[in-house]
């Protein structure tokens, strides 16, 4: 199984942390966030990982080799010239999961213990597009799923704006964890260019995809993009 850990963002919530260093290479817990993510996807035996590249690239492709890749096969997808947001990065990286199985995208900044291995097997039995690990926490932006979990729509309570994909009586909300499974049949299906977010490509795609929240009840659960 292969992953992919976005790491390109500008960190702009870390700043002045981020003034001199990628998000991805803060130290948290005595780790750097990138060291987390992957020391999470070894545990559960994924040694195969695209990490996308923008702001103080150099710094991020040094720290790797100095640690001799953490056991890893990693591969760099460079965004030096233009930052493409999840989606986009996602996209132009496709070519790597060429082998017809499952992945993994996992957010750099977030601190987790979920059992991916647990979420994997609900991704295969469940045939859906994509498994999206949400938890009941409080945020300002949550996506609404119905009855049986299947994504519905997406809502800012700060602004108020909602957007509805799938209308039904009773909508559950919950926030997303930053950690997802998606089958390649999904690239086919991206008609977005440039950048984009995977969160606007996934509510297109909800009206007439199979999009699956799966509850993240892991006990190890934060936010490191943020002070």
Request: aromatic share 10%.
């Given at each position: ?16 942390l981020t ?10 817990a005595g ?12 545990l ?28 890893c096969?990693i591969?760099?997808?460079d ?6 947001e999840?989606?986009g990065?996602?996209?132009k ?35 859906t597009?994509?498994?999206?690990a ?17 994504l ?8 108020g704006?909602?957007?509805?994909t799938r ?8 926030a ?35 999009i699956?929240?799966?509850l993240?009840?892991s006990?190890?659960w ?6």
């Open positions: 199984m292969k992953a992919f850990i976005p790491a390109a963002g500008l960190g702009t919530r870390l700043r002045p003034n001199t260093l990628p998000k991805a290479l803060v130290v948290t780790k750097t966030l990138l060291e987390h993510a992957i020391c999470h996807l070894k559960h035996g994924i040694r195969e990982l695209i990490i996308n590249v923008h702001h103080f690239p150099g710094m991020i492709a040094e720290f790797l080799a100095a640690h001799d890749n953490f056991g096969s591969t760099i997808s965004e030096t010239d233009a930052l493409l999840t989606g990065g996602l996209k990286a496709a070519w790597f999961f060429n082998d017809g199985d499952p992945f993994i995208v996992r957010n750099v900044d977030i601190l987790s213990d979920l059992d991916m291995t647990t979420m994997l097997d609900f991704h295969r039995k469940a045939e597009m994509v498994s999206l949400v938890r009941e926490r409080e945020t300002s932006r949550y996506l609404l799923f119905n009855e049986t979990m299947q519905s729509g997406w809502e800012n309570r700060s602004t704006e909602r957007k509805i209308p039904c009586e009773r909508y559950q909300s919950f997303f964890s930053g950690i997802q499974i998606l089958s390649p049949g999904i690239f086919p299906l991206i008609t977005e260019t440039g950048k984009f977010s995977l969160t606007e490509l996934y509510l297109r795609l909800s009206a007439v995809q199979t699956t929240g799966f993240d009840r006990q190890v934060k936010d490191a993009g943020k002070t």
